[in-house]
């Protein structure tokens, strides 16, 4: 029979969180032991989280069956909140450690506080300050601040915005980002089949790549659909660029990649990519178009060009080094963006780490040990 009852809880749910949360899990199984330590699935993306687990050959202790994600986000915090609380309540871990700002983090993080279990909440104080931008995640943030016992920041200015928000300042840890440790550690690796293929097809071409995500609740319908009619305009009239775009589980792109980029000769749509290659793809692309959070500090921790398609981001540092811009989705600004981008030349002696060295992971496991 599994036992549960053992002092630290790393939540994942999503693939963001599988990246995120699986370096800080290795440096706690260092530190504590693998027997004081429980992987827990939440369920969130559970079949889609199964690609990314067997590239990792990763083996969860314990994965929730019943709470994959539904349209509806009341029937998912509701029934979230009631299932994590009735688990945490049983086996009384000491310390849960939550990731992001997934509707399952937040439902975790407000279910093991009323059950008074210390909360640590890695990717603290990431703010747009808009609620509806991105949606619901600025809503899950801040709810997770509010009960968490202590908050690991990639950045000073995420550490700024908590202390605005009455955060104690001491219950704060400024230490990167994991996401970060596992992107640097990933590039150090050989390519795989599926990104050589692609690679080696863009050479094919004599073309350079441009990588495109999206999946974004905010940008369904119609600005996805201006998105990607302005794609289209730009990646007819530049040739010599290879848009790559792997499908996302979600499909809010998919009626839009079918109307406006699939007839496009120099469009490549490719099935979901695992991590490694998302890595090698991202490293060799010209420059990156999305509205993910985490490749926008992947795309900063290498110097990237990055064209940000949404109406706000939480990673200001960014803009603020002037590797990214923030485009929305209007036609005119989002083509002076990718003009920007295509004429940005990528700094080989990039030297910026806004988001940490590859390091985050051991200082979170190492602050873990005086709470433990």
């Known amino acids: 029979m599994l036992d549960l009852k053992r002092k630290i809880w790393i939540i994942i749910g999503t693939r963001?969180?599988?990246?995120?949360?699986?370096?800080?899990?290795?440096?706690?199984?260092?530190?504590?032991?693998?027997?004081?330590?429980?992987?827990?699935?939440?369920?969130?993306?559970?079949?889609?989280?199964?690609?990314?687990?067997?590239?990792?050959?990763?083996?969860?202790?314990?994965?929730?069956?019943?709470?994959?994600?539904?349209?509806?986000?009341?029937?998912?915090?509701?029934?979230?909140?009631?299932?994590?609380?009735?688990?945490?309540?049983?086996?009384?871990p000491k310390i849960v450690v939550v990731q992001g700002d997934t509707t399952h983090s937040a439902a975790f993080a407000y279910a093991a506080n009323l059950n008074g279990t210390?909360?640590?909440?890695?990717?603290?104080?990431?703010?747009?300050?808009?609620?509806?931008?991105?949606?619901?995640?600025?809503?899950?943030?801040?709810?997770?601040?509010?009960?968490?016992?202590?908050?690991?920041?990639?950045?000073?200015?995420?550490?700024?915005?908590?202390?605005?928000?009455?955060?104690?300042?001491?219950?704060?840890?400024?230490?990167?980002?994991?996401?970060?440790?596992?992107?640097?550690?990933?590039?150090?690796?050989?390519?795989?089949?599926?990104?050589?293929?692609?690679?080696?097809?863009?050479?094919?071409?004599?073309?350079?790549?441009?990588?495109?995500?999206?999946?974004?609740?905010?940008?369904?319908?119609?600005?996805?659909?201006k998105w990607f009619q302005t794609l289209k305009i730009f990646f007819q009239n530049n040739k010599n660029f290879l848009l790559v775009c792997p499908e996302h589980p979600n499909k809010i792109a998919f009626n839009s990649i079918k109307k406006h980029l699939s007839k496009l000769d120099n469009f490549y749509l490719t099935k979901p990519l695992n991590y490694l290659a998302t890595c090698k793809i991202i490293k060799n692309s010209a420059f990156v178009i999305t509205d993910s959070g985490g490749i926008q500090e992947e795309c900063a921790s290498i110097g990237i060009p990055l064209v940000v398609c949404r109406k706000e981001t939480e990673r200001q540092e960014v803009i603020k080094l002037k590797i990214g811009m923030l485009a929305g989705f209007e036609k005119n600004k989002l083509l002076n963006i990718l003009n920007w981008a295509k004429k940005k030349k990528l700094n080989k002696k990039w030297q910026h780490k806004p988001y940490g060295k590859g390091k985050a992971s051991n200082k979170i496991a190492k602050i873990l040990i005086n709470y433990f």
Request: net charge positive.
């Open 16 to 92: 963001p969180e599988l990246i995120k949360q699986l370096p800080v899990y290795y440096e706690c199984v260092k530190k504590f032991g693998k027997r004081n330590i429980v992987l827990i699935n939440s369920g969130q993306h559970k079949k889609f989280l199964g690609f990314y687990t067997k590239e990792n050959k990763i083996k969860f202790d314990l994965i929730i069956n019943n709470l994959e994600s539904t349209k509806s986000l009341v029937k998912n915090i509701k029934k979230s909140i009631e299932v994590f609380y009735r688990l945490v309540s049983k086996h009384t």
């Open 118 to 225: 210390f909360v640590a909440h890695n990717e603290a104080g990431l703010r747009t300050f808009d609620k509806n931008n991105p949606y619901p995640e600025e809503l899950n943030r801040k709810l997770i601040s509010s009960v968490s016992d202590i908050h690991f920041a990639p950045t000073n200015l995420n550490k700024k915005n908590l202390i605005n928000e009455g955060i104690n300042k001491k219950k704060i840890f400024v230490v990167g980002n994991p996401g970060v440790d596992s992107f640097l550690s990933f590039l150090k690796k050989k390519n795989n089949q599926e990104a050589e293929k692609i690679i080696n097809y863009a050479t094919t071409k004599s073309k350079k790549i441009v990588f495109l995500t999206a999946h974004r609740r905010e940008a369904r319908g119609q600005n996805i659909d």
